[in-house]
């Protein structure tokens, strides 16, 4: 796999996030896949901001172990960003002389460094601005051809005018002239740009995934770093005969889901770490009164308010063991930025089969990175629940307990079949109840619904064989799968990947299946307390001999210290 | 309401169509049962089919209802039945949304979603039936007890101010506000069915004796009183009327013409496979 790795950094409204934007979207008409994620300062609006741009030549969903390119347009507070943009003597940083000198920061590791007059080449040029005197530079370092920054400017600029686009031409073509004497770093593809990408975050693909799913109702209240996933939906409702309602509150946004899954609508929020905690007592009366619903939680750092800008995989075991009473519900976690789209699908056509809450344990850093991916599967994945169409001459059993555990559902209007849903417990009519033969009989099929159901080969992604398992689930996958085929690409095969998408209902026989003949194990996980071992250990049975990386957010994994940790770990 | 099924509907639906034949928890004298049929009463005079109403409810005596009823129902959790119709109605504008509950679940827990209800104006109707008490957990203040009410949690009384509904629920954008009495079977069945009939969040408080941990409130029938002035459409002359009475005028105090809640859907809408060409590079 052939990379090429650039940042570009500014102080607030200097335009770094915008060069970054481009220059993915330029790379991606020549074909590259990619991957962007950003680090901003703390403030609202302005303050320093990096863009961070991974280039490739194969599907990558992982940031990069080190930089080729870091190029400033000032060095305010760019310190900052040193322990996520880690140079080499092999790294370039561009810069501008009349910003002063480099941070010492960023030369202890010795890179290489060059100086382009970025700020007075701007002035130059009339209505010049500094960003795109930057993206001039880069084109020209990377051989980036002037066609594809051409067409990406035409559709980014084109409203503001063909006079915004020639000064912005003009730049580029100065900073291109700036950059003559600057050895090339390459991009990893050469032009050839095969089959038309997609640029999409994971956020946005959680909602792509919702709607290709079904849904058609959305609670929303904001909280970061799920928002995205709320603003997209909400026009793609508007445009599928959906709707969405803001809420007060997260408590809220939930029972609104309910009522509206209750009235027949698929119907989905998205929230984080807070929101769910606030949600939690009302994914129990999801599972009591069996009216299915999706909750997408973008993890962040926690607890508490935590770090809302980071992603963390902490909230595994509130999505799995949270709920008071016994409490059988689905938790599903995509493990990349493309996954975001089957995972959330398959996530509603499930919830609506099982008439139960799903919950997906999406990320902060899949939630909004952008990524160059190719066009993600469409799968036959329509949420579609099981129907009472009358009660057929007798009592209308909104409970029945039924082989499948799943009992036909009535939706408001149809004469006949009116019940109570009730979060109390019940008989099978649904008349409140507090004997034990109904609560057992209750649970026994709510469990039931979960056990009995084939959730085939879906519930993992398993690749390669041998005696060693790597086990890791979500976001951390990319890293991971990057290590591993680094290691095949150097000849070192017999290690095995497994990547849990189905975290409950647990899945025992398959999980011993894709552990057959495995010795060792290393599991792998951002989350300070392994709360993914302790869920594994909790339910499967595990080898012996288990070597566990964790760590806390917000320094993610890269595929640099996943590989220097598997080779150590197998001797490969 | 739904025009259309008031229009389909029978003539011949009495209030026993929408009772079902499970037999209430509540207390012998409980002000509840005559709500109960004093809400299967208005139904039958709108007319409205069981199957196209529905009752959403939290936790508490009078949020067991909609089990008593033969509409569709929901019983969620403790607090936020509002939100759950909400979203019902919204998803589902064709129904009769009612909501039901008593003080403590909608006041106290469930407050912020009260004033939220009463802003965002969608086309629901919420009876409070109101006993100035928690009486399933047997008998604590609750918001809109008196401040010096004496009870073993808090002694001597809370010391807190009794909570406004109606003034609240007029500071905060309802569309319709009155207050019943659940010993006034008449004068409350038509309030409901005019709260039912009318656009918008419609609140009807109904003072519900408890006549199990409140025997004080018997005395109700003696105090309650119709409004001596008519309704109005001018919410600072209601909310001044409503703070200067003693909580017993009853009546629509209060009737406004602010539009419902907009739901915006497309009757005609693309497909999904339409969605996400954007991300097409």
């Known amino acids: 796999m052939k990379t090429l790795s650039i940042a570009v950094v500014g102080s607030g409204g200097a335009g770094a996030l915008t060069t970054g934007n481009l220059l993915l979207e330029a790379a991606a008409r020549l074909g590259c896949y990619g991957i962007q994620t950003r680090s901003v300062g703390p403030q609202i609006r302005g303050g320093e901001a990096a863009a961070m741009v991974r280039l490739s030549d194969e599907p990558i969903d992982c940031i990069s172990d080190r930089f080729d390119i870091m190029l400033a ?87 503001k005018g063909e006079e915004a686009l020639l000064s912005s031409l003009d730049a580029i073509t100065a900073g291109r002239a700036a950059a003559a004497g600057i050895e090339p770093r390459r991009l990893p593809v050469n032009g050839s740009a095969g089959t038309a990408k997609w640029i999409i975050t994971g956020n946005h693909a959680a909602g792509l995934g919702a709607i290709r799913g079904g849904i058609k109702f959305v609670a929303a209240y904001p909280i970061t770093p799920a928002t995205e996933v709320l603003e997209w939906i909400s026009k793609a409702l508007s445009r599928t005969g959906g709707t969405l309602v803001q809420a007060e509150d997260e408590l809220a946004s939930i029972n609104m889901i309910l009522g509206a899954s209750f009235g027949g609508q698929p119907s989905l929020t998205a929230t984080s770490g807070p929101g769910l905690s606030l949600m939690v007592e009302s994914l129990g009366l999801a599972v009591s009164a069996e009216v299915p619903i999706v909750v997408i939680d973008v993890m962040r750092g926690g607890p508490s308010t935590g770090i809302p800008t980071i992603a963390e995989q902490s909230d595994l075991n509130i999505a799995v063991y949270g709920l008071h009473g016994d409490a059988p519900h689905l938790v599903l976690a995509p493990n990349s930025v493309t996954d975001c789209v089957a995972t959330t699908q398959w996530s509603v056509f499930l919830a609506e089969a099982l008439q139960t809450p799903a919950v997906v344990l999406s990320d902060q850093y899949l939630g909004q990175a952008r990524c160059i991916i190719d066009a993600p599967q469409t799968l036959p994945l329509r949420g579609e629940r099981l129907l009472a169409t009358d009660a057929g001459g007798e009592r209308y059993q909104r409970y029945a307990v039924t082989e499948s555990g799943v009992s036909p559902m009535a939706i408001p209007g149809l004469p006949g079949c009116q019940h109570t849903a009730d979060g109390l417990e019940h008989n099978p009519i649904g008349t409140p109840s507090s004997t034990a033969a109904d609560h057992q009989t209750q649970l026994d099929k709510r469990q039931r619904k979960l056990t009995q159901f084939d959730f085939g080969d879906r519930w993992a992604d398993i690749e390669g064989d041998g005696e060693l398992a790597i086990i890791t689930w979500g976001s951390v996958t990319g890293a991971v799968r990057e290590a591993l ?84 770990w197998s001797g490969v | ?164 509904p109606l003034v609240i629920a007029l500071a905060s954008g ?100 339409a969605i996400g060409k954007e991300f097409l590079v």
């Open chain 1, 73 to 159: 347009m000032d060095w305010n507070n760019v310190h900052r960003f040193a322990p996520e943009i880690l140079l080499d003597e092999n790294s370039l940083i561009i810069g501008d002389p009349a910003e002063g000198e480099v941070p010492p920061a960023l030369t202890r590791s010795n890179p290489q460094r060059r100086e382009v007059a970025i700020g007075a080449l701007a002035k130059q040029v009339r209505k010049g601005r500094a960003n795109m005197i930057a993206l001039g530079v880069i084109a020209e370092v990377i051989g980036l051809p002037d066609a594809a920054v051409i067409a990406v400017l035409e559709k980014q600029l084109g409203k």
């Open chain 1, 485 to 568: 085929g680094r290691l095949r690409a150097e000849g070192g095969g017999g290690i095995r990947l497994v990547s849990i998408r189905l975290l409950t209902p647990v899945q025992p026989e398959r999980f011993a299946g894709a552990l057959a003949g495995v010795k060792r194990v290393l599991l792998i996980e951002q989350s300070h307390s392994a709360q993914f071992r302790h869920f594994l250990a909790a339910h499967y049975r595990l080898p012996e001999d288990i070597e566990i990386l964790n760590r806390a957010g917000p320094l993610l994994f890269r595929a640099g210290e996943v590989y220097d940790r598997i080779k150590s």
């Open chain 2, 1 to 164: 309401m739904s025009q259309t099924a008031e229009a389909a509907a029978p003539v011949t639906l009495t209030p026993n169509d929408y009772k079902s034949n499970i037999k209430p928890i509540w207390c012998p004298g409980c002000g509840d049962y005559s709500v109960l049929l004093e809400i299967t009463k208005a139904l039958a005079a709108l007319a409205l089919r069981p199957e196209n109403v529905a009752i959403v409810s939290g936790i508490g005596c009078s949020s067991r209802f909609p089990a008593y009823s033969n509409c569709y129902g929901f019983h969620g959790v403790h607090g936020r039945a509002l939100p759950v119709a909400t979203g019902l109605k919204i998803a589902r504008p064709d129904l009769t949304v009612l909501c039901t509950g008593g003080d403590g679940d909608g006041f106290s827990i469930g407050g912020n979603h009260f004033l939220h209800a009463c802003r965002r104006n969608v086309d629901l109707t919420y009876i409070v039936m109101d006993n100035q008490v928690y009486g399933m957990t047997k008998g604590q203040a609750s918001p809109t007890t008196d401040p010096d009410w004496d009870h073993v949690l808090m002694p001597g009384g809370t010391g807190t101010r009794a909570f406004q």
């Open chain 2, 174 to 273: 309802a569309n319709f506000v009155a207050r019943a009495f659940s010993g006034d079977p008449a004068m409350t069945t038509d309030i409901i069915i005019e709260a039912i009939r009318h656009p918008g969040f419609s609140f009807v408080q109904i003072l519900s004796p408890c006549v199990t941990f409140r025997p004080d409130q018997r005395e109700w029938r003696n105090f309650v009183r119709q409004a001596p002035v008519p309704e109005t459409n001018d919410p600072s002359r209601a909310a001044r009327r409503i703070m200067s009475d003693d909580g017993f005028n009853l009546g629509i105090l209060y009737r406004g013409d602010r539009p419902p809640y907009r739901i915006s859907r497309k009757a005609e809408f693309e497909e999904v496979t």
